[in-house]
């Protein structure tokens, strides 16, 4: 399991993922859930995933390799549109998956596959996609700002009451780190490190990636100080005049 979120705001768009895709008693596995596509001047498209890894780095390197066929054909990075990159990785989903998943299948292997896709391509506005393993997808809208993939349900609530389209990319930023602290406080199948990247709309160029892990001075003390503050407004709040 893993857990991924991606915010589309008026300022920016925030994307995260965690790198555990698997956790047991006697092993734990770290595979970095981000790929990057970037230009400087022209676009800059980030994917991440959550399901099968094998699934989804298949998917991913069929892209790759198009890249590198250049001219061949369209690709990720000749691609006129967010909406075009979209549905080349449905369709690439869609090829592995056709291939793959019924073997895996056959041995009670999860087949299930996930990605969000975002950025901006010279031209157009920022956009946001989720693709389903079905390689189908949908767009985020000035409504539904933001989408979250695998382990979603624990850090859904912060990122509610907080993020709307205005909120800063630095407000927004702090709100996907605690919303993966109280995911990683409940699930264990998530945790460090974090890839995080902060992209400001129209600047077509990454200007903040960073990757935390345990040794993070900020993380640890956004872990502590949410943590702190959770008990304190708890402890503030009155008791029922019914009891």
């Not at 981000?34 to 022209?42: E, K, S, Y």
């Not at 872990?223 to 029922?240: A, I, K, S, Y």
Request: glycine share 8%; hydrophobic share 40%; net charge negative.
């Amino acid at each position: 399991m893993t857990y991924c979120v991606a915010m589309a705001l008026d300022a920016g768009m925030i994307f995260a993922s965690d790198s555990r895709t698997n956790a047991g008693m006697d092993q734990v596995a770290r595979f970095s859930k981000m790929r990057v596509f970037a230009r400087p001047g022209d676009r800059v498209v980030v994917m991440l995933s959550s399901g099968n890894l094998s699934l989804t780095q298949s998917a991913v390197n069929i892209l790759e390799l198009r890249n590198r066929e250049g001219d061949a054909g369209p690709n990720v990075m000749n691609a006129r549109s967010l909406f075009d990159i979209a549905r080349m990785l449905g369709d690439a989903l869609r090829e592995v998956r056709g291939r793959d998943a019924g073997y895996l299948e056959q041995n009670n292997i999860d087949s299930s596959a996930n990605f969000i896709v975002g950025g901006q391509v010279a031209g157009e506005d920022p956009r946001l996609f989720h693709v389903y393993g079905e390689g189908n997808f949908i767009e985020a809208t000035s409504e539904t700002s933001y989408f979250q993939i695998g382990e979603s349900k624990y850090g859904k609530p912060v990122i509610d009451r907080v993020v709307t389209r205005d909120t800063s990319l630095i407000d927004a930023t702090k709100c996907v780190l605690v919303s993966f602290d109280s995911t990683m406080r409940s699930n264990i199948s998530v945790g460090l490190p974090i890839d995080l990247l902060v992209y400001e709309t129209g600047s077509l160029e990454v200007r903040v990636r960073k990757r935390l892990d345990e040794d993070d001075p900020y993380f640890r003390m956004v872990h502590t100080q949410w943590g702190e503050g959770l008990r304190r407004v708890f402890g503030e709040l009155p008791d029922p005049d019914w009891m």
